[in-house]
């Protein structure tokens, strides 16, 4: 059978977190946790800030490796530092994650410059639009981290909570909720946007109450 990325449990549109490999000018390897966005069967797009090893990497390489995990540890390690050096696979394009559940090459095709402004200020990112190629399934029931279902579990369990919290408290509460909002919407699918809806108009009377 022939795998993609649908066959790893993604779905088209949406953006999941994982483990970007890359190969450093001196050739060692390099991994950070990178948001994926999901656009087809075999493309992705890596949106990325100025200033990581892994954007110097994919710039002059114009080639990573994506590794799907729910270690976390493996995620801690690779933004801390790097994960120990025994964790990384040799591969014919650079580095996978050995104890990845699954993992794939992008070759990067199209490169997009994209300036916003945002809560952080300017906001500078470039897009890497990849061919998908190369993909490995090492454990049959992996699934893709999206942080939009932790954001609705969190905001239900905000919901649940405001309604007895101090006064003092219920900011702090509001706060939190509109940034979970903010998440859900920038990565969340379809049903996500529609449940973190249906909290917060919940949360808006019961904030009152
Ligand atoms: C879950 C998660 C997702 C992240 N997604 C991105 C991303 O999509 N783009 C980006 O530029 N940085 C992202 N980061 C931040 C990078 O991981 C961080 O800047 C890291 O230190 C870069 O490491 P490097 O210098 O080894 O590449 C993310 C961090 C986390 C924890």
Known sequence: ????????????????EAIVTTQNEDGTPNAAPMGVICKGP???VLRLHEGSHTIANVKREKKFYVNLSRDPLLFTYSLISNPPSTEFKKEKHG????????SFFGQVHHEKKVEKKDAMGENVTLMFHSQ?????QYKTESEPLNRAICGIIEALVNLSRVKRAPVEKKKEYTDRMKEISRV?????????????????????IRVKG
């Open 42 to 44: 075999d493309q992705v």
């Open 132 to 136: 998908v190629q190369d993909i490995k």
């Open 184 to 204: 859900v919407n920038r990565v969340g699918g379809v049903e996500h946007k529609e449940a973190i809806e249906l909290i917060k108009k919940e949360f808006e």
């Open 1 to 16: 059978m022939t795998l993609n990325l649908y066959s790893l449990n993604m779905d088209k549109g949406l953006h999941y």
């Open 95 to 102: 580095f996978s994650l050995k104890n990845a559940d699954a």
